[in-house]
């Protein structure tokens, strides 16, 4: 077994790249006395159309780091990540690398809620190749509301455009709308659009000119954010493992100062980011 710090550290979110941020966001909305650290795997994103042992090879890498630099609980805030890894981490790796730490994903958070929104029992999935081909929204959302038809189309050029700083050009309109018609067109019965890539608020104004005025869209940051809460209420244990000074520090594989530049486009604030590996 590793031996991490005993001490109490920081909340880890990982994700690929940048769209964990939008999760980061969420969770410092509602939770912010609690020390963060992100870390995006940017050298090696995107992750959306990597096979399953690819990304649950990244994902392990990355939650060993945070674990390195002290935090007792990860989050990962990719759906990729947790649709293709969390499952072999909670029961192969945490076992053998800690078995006190945690990580947790965002696909079971939004499963929760999802029953409670729609009127019509048909909801829709947009989201990466990866995390639409693992089922896992059908799985987790059925598992807990198995009268809900869930829809799920892959949108593979959505994350570049977000990361190439294009959302809000032409060319971000003509692709969300073509995803949004075919979705529309598979089940004209849907009444809730989750947006289960964590990237994807970004587009959130072109999503919304293109989405039927009735049909809600559902960004999973505030909906994560309340079931971490609920996790620190049922597990005190976890929540006195976690410090509480309000601070955030950012990790990139990539270079530091193109992290700085687009994680603007995400956070509309200056951030501090350190150069980390992963191996
Ligand atoms: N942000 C990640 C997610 O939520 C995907 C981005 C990528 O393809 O790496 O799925």
């Given at each position: 077994?590793?031996?991490?710090?005993?001490?109490?550290?920081?909340?880890?979110?990982?994700?690929?790249?940048?769209?964990g941020?939008?999760?980061?966001?969420?969770?410092?909305?509602?939770?912010?006395?609690?020390?963060?650290?992100?870390?995006?795997?940017?050298?090696?994103?995107?992750?959306?159309?990597?096979?399953?042992?690819?990304?649950?090879?990244?994902?392990?890498?990355?939650v060993?780091?945070?674990?390195?630099?002290?935090?007792?609980?990860?989050?990962?805030?990719?759906?990729?990540?947790?649709?293709?890894?969390?499952?072999?981490?909670?029961?192969?790796?945490?076992?053998?690398?800690?078995?006190?730490?945690?990580?947790?994903?965002?696909?079971?958070?939004?499963?929760?809620?999802?029953?409670?929104?729609?009127?019509?029992?048909?909801?829709?999935?947009?989201?990466?190749?990866?995390?639409?081909?693992?089922?896992?929204?059908?799985?987790?959302?059925?598992?807990?509301w198995?009268?809900?038809?869930?829809?799920?189309?892959?949108?593979?050029?959505?994350?570049?455009?977000?990361?190439n700083?294009?959302?809000?050009?032409?060319?971000?309109?003509?692709?969300?709308?073509?995803?949004?018609?075919?979705?529309?067109?598979?089940?004209?019965?849907?009444?809730?659009?989750?947006?289960?890539?964590?990237?994807?608020?970004?587009?959130?104004?072109?999503?919304?000119k293109?989405?039927?005025?009735?049909?809600?869209?559902?960004?999973?940051?505030?909906?994560?954010?309340?079931?971490?809460?609920?996790?620190?209420?049922?597990?005190?244990?976890?929540?006195?493992?976690?410090?509480?000074?309000?601070?955030?520090?950012?990790?990139?594989?990539?270079?530091?100062?193109?992290?700085?530049?687009?994680?603007?486009?995400?956070?509309?604030?200056?951030?501090?980011?350190?150069?980390?590996?992963?191996?």
């Open positions: 077994m590793t031996a991490y710090s005993k001490q109490p550290g920081p909340i880890g979110v990982f994700d690929s790249g940048y769209g941020l939008t999760i980061l966001h969420g969770i410092r909305q509602l939770l912010p006395e609690y020390d963060y650290l992100y870390l995006g795997d940017n050298a090696r994103a995107p992750y959306g159309s990597r096979s399953f042992d690819v990304v649950y090879q990244f994902t392990r890498q990355a060993m780091k945070l674990f390195d630099l002290g935090c007792h609980l990860v989050i990962l805030g990719c759906n990729t990540a947790s649709a293709k890894a969390l499952r072999t981490i909670q029961q192969n790796d945490l076992p053998k690398l800690d078995p006190d730490r945690r990580v947790l994903g965002v696909i079971r958070p939004t499963a929760e809620v999802i029953g409670k929104l729609t009127q019509s029992r048909h909801v829709g999935v947009l989201a990466t190749e990866g995390t639409i081909k693992s089922h896992s929204y059908k799985l987790e959302i059925q598992k807990l198995d009268d809900v038809t869930v829809t799920g189309i892959p949108c593979p050029l959505w994350v570049p455009i977000i990361e700083n294009e959302a809000d050009t032409p060319g971000a309109d003509y692709f969300v709308k073509k995803r949004i018609d075919l979705i529309m067109e598979r089940d004209p019965l849907i009444d809730t659009l989750i947006l289960g890539c964590t990237h994807y608020p970004i587009l959130m104004p072109k999503i919304q293109h989405v039927p005025k009735n049909i809600q869209i559902v960004a999973q940051g505030e909906y994560v954010a309340e079931s971490l809460k609920d996790y620190f209420r049922r597990h005190p244990d976890m929540d006195a493992r976690c410090t509480k000074h309000g601070s955030v520090k950012y990790f990139t594989t990539e270079n530091p100062e193109k992290f700085k530049e687009t994680a603007r486009i995400f956070l509309h604030e200056q951030v501090d980011v350190e150069h980390v590996d992963l191996e």
